[in-house]
């Protein structure tokens, strides 16, 4: 199987959703103690942007026991994600220290999540989830105390919320949409490329959606920032959740009214237009240059992707 079969056209990472997320358990204490002391719950444990997996005969596995996450030094505070087949699957968080005590180990080892999603070490049904655990353990390790009185806050609805003993304000998760688009002109498609990209790689322009603006707005403003190009005939093409630390990439296609272009070199390391042949050399890595595309696991593949089948 390759890594276009786990994620074909239309179905990047992180959007499959096989668990129940069994929000109105959440404000029941009694019921999630239950569940979390039952034989069956399992939970991913997440520290930073890496995720903990066991290596075993059978190959990397994700999905502990609590015995197992405890023995390797989990916290115990648990974010309740919802249930599968009726077992009750949780999230946990790791500490630097306990992390860096597994280093070395051959029975476990602490893997960087993006490269665990790219790999297909962790199938593709299960990215969904392990990213609801990643966004809401990266989340309270950095709302810890209150924003508003500075007290700190304690955890509640099943990890959903963190409310403040003080002021009483209740504080919840952020999400942060992100304009994805791939802009094209005839044949030809506008890609560029970060500093942090690998050396090779190409992708789709994007940027954080402003406050008080519309998707189609944001993505107007992001083509014209980063490259000076113009555009129009703003489509929205599908949503996906990005647990870095907690985005909701909104992929579109725009039209460009302008070609000539001049790149921020404070938001992007190069721009250029490709041809629609070159694209699809660079997504079957097969570009004469040894130019290629974003991963399968990114909707900016599936934006380029479908671009690609739609103008054959």
Not at 41 to 61: C, E, F, K, N, W
Not at 208 to 225: P, Q, S
Not at 280 to 294: D, N, S, W
């Amino acid at each position: 199987m390759t890594l276009n079969d786990s994620f074909p056209l239309g179905q990047p990472g992180f959007v499959s959703h096989p668990i129940d997320r069994a929000a109105h358990l959440r404000s029941n204490d009694e019921k999630l103690y239950a569940m979390e002391t039952h034989r069956d719950a399992r939970a991913y444990v997440i520290h930073r942007d890496s995720l903990l997996m066991t290596q075993g005969a059978d190959g990397p596995r994700a999905l502990l026991t609590f015995d197992e996450a405890r023995k390797f030094g989990a916290n115990p505070g648990t974010i309740f994600l919802g249930l599968r087949d009726g077992a009750a699957i949780f999230g946990m968080g790791i500490s630097a220290t306990a992390a860096e005590a597994l280093m070395g180990r051959s029975d476990v080892s602490v893997e960087n999540l993006r490269a665990v999603a790219a790999s297909g070490a962790v199938a593709a049904r299960e990215l969904s989830t392990v990213a609801m655990a990643k966004s809401l353990v990266s989340w309270h390790q950095r709302h810890g105390f209150c924003a508003n009185c500075g007290t700190r806050t304690s955890m509640t609805q099943g990890g959903w919320k963190r409310d403040c003993p003080s002021c009483k304000v209740e504080h919840f998760p952020r999400t942060d949409p992100v304009v994805i688009m791939l802009v094209t002109s005839g044949d030809k498609c506008l890609l560029g490329r970060q500093s942090q990209f690998p050396p090779s790689m190409w992708s789709c322009l994007a940027g954080f959606v402003e406050a008080a603006e519309t998707i189609e707005d944001a993505v107007r403003r992001e083509i014209l920032e980063e490259s000076n190009i113009q555009c129009t005939d703003v489509h929205y093409y599908m949503t996906q959740p990005w647990p870095y630390p907690s985005s909701l990439m909104v992929g579109c296609t725009a039209r460009a009214t302008t070609t000539d272009i001049i790149v921020d070199k404070t938001e992007l390391e190069d721009a250029r237009w490709f041809s629609r042949d070159e694209a699809i050399a660079m997504l079957k890595r097969e570009h004469p240059q040894g130019l290629t595309g974003p991963h399968p696991v990114a909707i900016a593949h599936h934006l380029l992707a479908n671009w690609i089948a739609q103008t054959t």
